[in-house]
């Protein structure tokens, strides 16, 4: 890597560790031109400072290839299978199972821009936008992702969530939330799921901020992701684009546990 070093590049370790889950070099047809690892790194450098595709640094390859390489990615499920992967060490490296047992299920709303795509308003939230559904584990961890419009109801979208991880996460039997999962959709979980919902509410005596038991963990795990500045707002004219960058976030902290960068 013969260029200026900027701050989202992967280390050496780092790179090791996500190299063998990205794709080989075909052996027939054309020979790969570029520097895959040049082009990772470009993908999270537009991640993590929100540079458009077409503001990249001349130092990484060509915005169109990079910008190709992220939507195969995307389309293939790549993140995703990359994002399991790295969570199951943490995990491991945590002395805990490969899959949880339980999980904590929130929602969060973010403005959308002109680019246009999916959108409604979030009366409580007073924003016009999407919503960004999480289900992360009692690590912090992201499990999975779902974006819609942000007028669709948390209860309403939890569903769309949990049809993600139905068949995945055998093990999963407590999902925590707060009062707007209620209702009707406990039933419908431990129905689907096999799982129990369990419904953390405030005090009623409760005045201002206060931390919730368990949800709180879900709330840290969306102040983690919005240090990347994509995420600041919602640029994506499709919510599955928007999934992907929320996949690339998590992906690039767990990267940065499992294998610190040497302290300067």
């Known amino acids: 890597m013969n260029r200026k070093a900027y701050r989202t590049d992967l280390t050496e370790e ?19 031109s570029v520097d895959l690892r040049e082009v990772v790194n470009a993908i999270f450098y537009v991640v993590r400072t929100g540079c458009q595709w077409r503001n990249l640094p001349q130092e990484f390859p060509a915005w169109q290839t990079v910008y190709g390489y992220f939507r195969r ?16 060490r943490l995990r491991q490296r945590a ?21 246009g ?4 308003f979030d009366a409580g939230k007073k924003i016009q936008g999407r919503k960004r559904h999480i289900l992360s584990d009692t690590l912090g961890l992201l499990l999975t ?50 799982c129990t919902l369990e419904i953390v ?7 201002g901020f206060e931390v919730l038991p368990r949800r709180w963990v879900v709330e840290r795990t969306f102040a983690w992701l919005s240090r990347s500045r994509r995420l ?25 546990r499992l294998k610190p960068a040497p302290s300067s």
């Open 232 to 256: 600041s707002k919602d640029y994506e004219a499709l919510p599955e684009t928007s999934e992907a960058y929320v996949y690339l976030a998590s992906i690039l902290l767990m990267l940065k």
């Open 145 to 194: 992702v779902v974006v819609h419009r942000a007028g669709l109801q948390d209860r309403d979208g939890a569903k769309l969530v949990l049809q993600r991880v139905e068949d995945r996460y055998s093990r999963l039997k407590l999902i925590w939330a707060d009062a707007a999962y209620g209702g009707q959709l406990i039933d419908g979980v431990k129905e689907q799921l096999h």
């Open 14 to 32: 780092q790179w090791k560790l996500l190299k063998p889950r990205l794709p080989r070099r075909a052996r027939r047809g054309r020979k790969r």
């Open 117 to 120: 795509g999916v959108r409604g």
């Open 73 to 88: 990615f995307q389309q293939s499920g790549l993140l995703e299978q990359i994002n399991h992967r790295l969570r199951e």
């Open 201 to 207: 509410r405030r005090r009623d005596d409760g005045a």
């Open 95 to 115: 002395g805990r199972r490969r899959t949880p047992s339980a999980a904590i299920i929130d929602s969060q709303s973010v403005k959308t821009t002109e680019q």
